[in-house]
């Protein structure tokens, strides 16, 4: 199996979906996230108000160089601005998980641990800036990916079958 990376908008739900994929494939799922603060021993929200979010980027970079040539046969949850590295397609096949964004707003603020999961995320300030960002991205996520499969209101087990089938695995 090729690696499936997971792209989309904060909060869409890819950490979940990749470590539900794994194990549903008796495989392995790892988040860019979690790597970036493993190599830096740093929170990302300590990352991005120490060296700022360029810096940030560049920790994004590295870590997708790793990804492309030390992991194999891994579901890889990514964070939303980490599909702008220059060798995704390196990676593995990128899957955009599509929701709108009132549908990723609520899945938030109503989540159990909503203000945790706001204070984690530096870019996701208010309703406003996030909005802002999203619609800048929409489009990006889409001309990224080489299957799109829309989230919104569906159990996680029938995203997993429809990505299954889409990459035939
Ligand atoms: C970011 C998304 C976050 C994290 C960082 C920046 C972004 O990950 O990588 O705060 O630029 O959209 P999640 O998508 O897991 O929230």
Redesign the pocket.
């Known amino acids: 199996m090729r690696n499936i990376l997971l792209i989309g908008?904060?909060?869409v739900g890819?950490?979940t979906l990749a470590r539900a994929f794994a194990a549903k494939k008796e495989s392995f799922a790892v988040?860019?996230?979690d790597l970036i603060e493993s190599l830096t021993n740093m929170k990302?929200k300590k990352i991005?108000k120490k060296r700022g979010e360029k810096y940030?980027r560049e920790l994004?970079q590295k870590t997708a160089d790793w990804l492309a040539k030390s992991v194999k046969d891994t579901i890889i949850?990514?964070?939303?601005?980490?599909y702008k590295v220059n060798n995704i397609k390196e990676i593995g096949t990128v899957v955009y998980l599509k929701a709108d964004f009132d549908w990723i707003f609520e899945r938030i603020t109503k989540s159990k641990n909503a203000k945790k999961k706001i204070a984690k995320?530096?870019?996701?300030k208010s309703y406003k800036d996030a909005k802002k960002?999203y619609d800048q991205r929409a489009k990006e996520y889409e001309r990224v990916a080489d299957i799109v499969v829309e989230v919104e209101g569906k159990e996680l087990e029938d995203i997993i079958e429809e990505i299954s089938q889409k990459v035939r695995i």
């Open positions: 908008f904060m909060g890819k950490g988040d860019t996230d990302i991005f940030f994004e949850s990514t964070g939303g601005g980490f995320r530096p870019l996701f960002l």
